[in-house]
């Protein structure tokens, strides 16, 4: 059975075709550059071939249209026709969404009710889906939702201390994101743990420019460091993460800045990147590494604000059985992971092998000492797989 996975942005898709009997990967590519005047398309297979194209790339039909003929060309699809399902990446499921859904007209109408919660990212998702619906009606498609895994989450942990009519009638709620890939990540260290993941207590880490952290009991997203939206919790590339909310405030009054100045400026201008003005981690890690004192500065605020969450989640779960390191920086910077677990030997028990942690492999590994009384995991993360088998799921009957 063949699934495509489409992860569709404002002006770029993101995609990736799947074998699911073999549960392997075809091709993957992207579309980008939709809307300007010079687009480009590029594909991979896993045997290696790599095909790109530049043209004018109007709009998402045209850009899936692209991404068709380079699979056609690539020969490891003739057509969607020859597809056995679609699978979507959709940022925002808000409380409507608890599991991956077969997409129908009801769903794409109540996606576009949510688009006030992800300005950013619903419009582009919905602009995949009817494109896709369009061009392979016959297919059957599925909404995969970044916030479905954490619908789990108590109400003690969701909501906000503000008005409960801000929650009742606007929705004001904790959603979190990245739960595709904390989900998947979570099935990963289970199996290499030998255990079932509903009897193990795991705390993931999902850092990349984007960065998050969830506290998962007995297989359940029990809390998550993003909020409403994906601006609260760790500091991130441009982020600013946690901070005085009336923070906002003095800068409006003090500077005069308006709303979208303020939403720019924690969004695109914090971060990393505020602090030290480089959000590209191997950067700041060379640029410390030289003597430049604020990105020593960012550095370490980067890693104390990771470690908080991680002693917090301790206390929520009573009991931890392993902590879970991915995305780009959890899965390749051992210099961070080490920052980052200093001082949890007193407090956790975690002892890190410092010499195992410097390996550089792409597969899943400890790297915690045999006496370390709770394990440290590098999962890679592979959230297309996961909303192609999610995917899968939804069409076989097992997750409706």
């Not at 992860?7 to 993101?14: A, L, P, V």
């Not at 984007?210 to 993003?226: F, H, L, N, R």
């Not at 308006?258 to 505020?274: M, P, T, Y």
């Amino acid at each position: 059975m063949k699934i495509l996975v489409l992860n569709s942005g404002s002006s770029s898709i993101k995609f990736g075709l799947f074998e699911m009997d073999s549960r392997q990967s075809l091709a993957s590519g992207l579309i980008e550059q939709i809307g300007e005047a010079s687009g480009h398309g590029k594909l991979s297979t896993a045997e290696g071939e790599a095909i790109e194209r530049q043209q004018p790339i109007a709009d998402h039909q045209a850009g899936l249209t692209l991404m068709a003929e380079l699979l056609q060309q690539s020969g490891v699809l003739s057509s969607f026709h020859e597809l056995d399902g679609i699978g979507h990446r959709v940022v925002h499921g808000g409380e409507a969404f608890r599991l991956p859904t077969l997409i129908d007209q009801p769903v794409i109408d109540t996606i576009r009710q949510l688009i006030p919660l992800a300005p950013l990212h619903n419009p582009a998702n919905l602009a995949g889906i009817e494109t896709a619906m369009a061009q392979a009606a016959e297919v059957p498609q599925v909404a995969v939702f970044d916030t479905a895994f954490h619908q789990t989450i108590p109400e003690k942990a969701y909501l906000y201390a503000l008005p409960h009519e801000f929650y009742e009638q606007h929705q004001v709620r904790r959603y979190g994101f990245h739960g595709t890939s904390h989900y998947y990540v979570a099935k990963q260290a289970a199996a290499f743990i030998g255990k079932p993941l509903e009897q193990l207590n795991l705390i993931t880490m999902h850092l990349g420019n984007g960065a998050s952290a969830c506290a998962i009991e007995k297989g359940q997203s029990v809390d998550t460091s993003m909020g409403m939206t994906p601006l609260e919790g760790l500091v991130m590339g441009t982020r600013s993460g946690d901070m005085d909310p009336a923070i906002i405030f003095y800068l409006a009054r003090q500077l005069g800045l308006d709303i979208d100045q303020l939403d720019a400026l924690v969004n695109k201008q914090s971060g990393l990147k505020g602090l030290c003005g480089a959000n590209d981690v191997r950067t700041v890690i060379a640029d410390a590494k030289g003597g430049d004192y604020w990105s020593e500065k960012a550095l370490s605020l980067f890693a104390y604000r990771i470690r908080k969450y991680i002693g917090a989640y301790a206390a929520v779960l009573g009991h931890v059985d392993a902590i879970v390191f991915t995305g780009g920086i959890g899965e390749h910077s051992a210099y961070l992971r080490e920052r980052i677990c200093v001082g949890l030997a007193e407090s956790l028990g975690l002892l890190v092998d410092m010499e195992k942690d410097n390996w550089d492999q792409q597969s899943i590994r400890s790297v915690h000492l045999p006496e370390s009384k709770i394990q440290l995991l590098v999962v890679p993360t592979y959230e297309e797989l996961e909303i192609a088998e999610q995917t899968l799921g939804v069409i076989q009957g097992q997750l409706l």
